[in-house]
């Protein structure tokens, strides 16, 4: 069955980077792009970039260009999202989740990985 | 950027009865690229609809969607007690993707 299997949680200073692992299994795993959303607490659903485990081709959201990377390692099916500078507005739950084929979205997504930002 | 803005925020109903959830895009998305997910507390989102109206596996006939350019619907008729959940519209037609804010349906 598919699983994306994320991370555990991280606490981090302002100004600090995390970096979050997504291992892919049940499927072929350069077949689909992963995307990621966060989701600060009570808030909705915020779209952030995707990563082609294929190609290693990625894009992002405007608001985190610049201070987002988001990169793949083939041999151990493992995708990784890695924010930089971080502010306490960064405190959220952060997804990985699959984007399917054929017009399909996100159909599979991990469990989710809490970053708390406090000094 | 496409905003997409859902209403109601928070829907108040009862077991066995229907609900109609909104999506307003605020620039034509066509009629294919606009998804909806179910999140319960504690829990990742889940897909429900995609394409605007498809089902996505394991999803019960109960829940159908409608809708095409810039308004869209995700209907549930007769609600069971696992449907109480906030729901988001998505687009991916364009870039950047986005989220509507949600709507809460309770009880």
Redesign the interface.
């Known amino acids: 069955q598919v699983q994306l299997v994320q991370s555990g949680a991280e606490v981090k200073k302002p100004g600090a980077s995390v970096k979050v692992s997504c291992k892919a299994s049940g499927y072929t795993f350069t077949n689909y792009e992963i ?1 990621w ?1 966060r989701q600060a607490t009570g808030q ?4 952030m ?1 995707w990563v082609s485990p294929n190609s290693g081709n990625a ?5 985190f260009q610049g201070r987002v990377t988001m990169a793949r390692n083939i041999s151990i099916s493992t995708v990784y999202m890695q924010l930089s500078s971080l502010g306490f507005e960064d405190t959220a739950v952060y ?1 990985c ?1 699959r984007k ?1 084929v054929r ?5 599979y ?4 990985t809490l970053v708390t930002v406090s000094s | 950027e496409i905003v997409l803005t859902q209403s109601p925020a928070t829907l108040s109903v009862s077991p066995g009865e229907g609900a109609n959830l909104s999506c307003r895009a605020s620039q034509t998305i066509g009629s294919t690229y606009l998804a909806w997910y179910q999140q319960k507390p504690g829990q990742a989102p889940r897909l429900i609809l995609y394409g605007a109206s498809a089902r996505a596996t394991g999803i019960p006939a109960r829940f159908s969607g409608s809708g095409s350019g810039t308004d869209f619907t995700l209907s549930i008729r007769s609600l069971q007690s696992e449907d109480f959940a906030t729901y988001y519209c998505q687009q991916y037609y364009s870039w950047p993707r986005t989220f509507g804010q949600g709507t809460k349906l309770e009880i």
């Open positions: 995307h959303v909705g659903l915020e779209w970039g894009g992002y959201a405007p608001k997804y989740a399917g017009g399909v979205p996100l159909d997504w991990g469990q989710g």
